[in-house]
């Protein structure tokens, strides 16, 4: 419940939903989309890429991995792009037990965790695409649930447009809000919802929803490179993280690049687009 001294619940929408089955790939918009036990959206970077040595690689380093597209359905994973085969994956396959190596960011250290293999066709589609050997993993629980990870990403549609009216008043050109990969895209229903709002919410819910879902807002979104990899061709320029930085340090001096914030899943239940919910502010 919001504290004494802490200002009343605001009102909010959510304006969009997305998933990303592959971890730093190409994102899907989906309608709907239930929270699963670990806390995130069921289908949500259930998949990674490998190294030849079980490192988990990403955009920032890759960063032809923002052309694969996936294509998730119940029974398959799907992976394209441009001038290649379509890759299809059984998602019912096992697939052969590997060790993956994932970067943790409080250690400073690599921890590891099992994974399943999805095999020779989807180790060289990938390495063939993306130009190194690479291989196609599907986490198990335990990486999942992994006490560093928060695994809801979101941002309010005023932060975005902000930073679009700034980029374009120094001379950039605006950007698409797939660069930022959130998961919940929020508004408000009355249009009034301020720029950086979510970085003041403590939590979101959405009352009438099946389940009840709710969301804790647990830290700020650091930024990087990534969002400077243009989706169209996977160029890699300056902007918009250099505003995105000047921004930050006005708003929060000293502090790193932040914009968004991460959250856990709490209750289950179902998101819609459109739905209309609650944000309870931060003491």
């Known amino acids: 419940m919001t504290g004494a001294n802490a200002p009343g619940p605001l009102a909010i929408r959510l304006a969009g939903l997305w998933i990303y089955p592959v971890k730093s790939c190409a994102g899907v918009a989906v309608t709907s989309a239930e ?8 289908g949500d970077r259930e998949w990674i890429v490998i190294n030849a040595s079980g490192e988990m690689q990403w955009q920032g380093g890759i960063p032809r991995m923002a052309l694969v597209q996936p294509v998730p359905d119940q029974h398959s994973l799907r992976l394209q792009a441009p001038g290649a085969p379509t890759l ?31 095999g020779r066709a989807s180790k060289e589609w990938l390495s063939d695409v993306l130009g190194q ?51 919940l895209l929020v508004d408000s229903p009355a249009g009034v919802l301020a720029p950086f709002a979510e970085e003041k919410f403590a939590s979101v819910s959405w009352p009438h929803a099946p ?15 990534m969002v400077n990899v243009d989706l169209r061709d996977a160029s890699v320029g300056k902007e918009p993280l250099a505003t995105v930085a000047r921004m930050s340090r006005e708003r929060r001096p000293g502090a790193p690049v932040y914009l968004g914030v991460y959250g856990r899943g709490q209750n289950g239940g179902v998101l819609t687009r459109g739905d209309l919910g609650w944000a309870e502010m931060r003491r």
């Open 211 to 225: 389940g009840v879902p709710r969301v804790h807002l647990a830290e700020s979104c650091a930024r990087c490179v």
């Open 88 to 118: 299809t994956v059984d998602r019912a396959t096992s697939g052969e037990a590997c060790d993956v190596r994932i970067w943790n960011e409080v250690t400073r250290a690599f921890d590891t965790f099992p994974g399943r293999d999805a």
């Open 133 to 183: 050997p690479l291989r196609l993993v599907r986490l198990g629980a335990e990486a999942l649930q992994r006490r560093t990870l928060n695994p809801l990403h979101l941002l309010a549609l005023s932060t975005l447009e902000q930073l679009n009216e700034r980029l374009e008043a120094e001379g950039h050109a605006s950007v698409e809000l797939e660069r930022f990969r959130p998961n």
């Open 35 to 42: 929270l699963d036990a670990q806390g995130g959206l069921k």
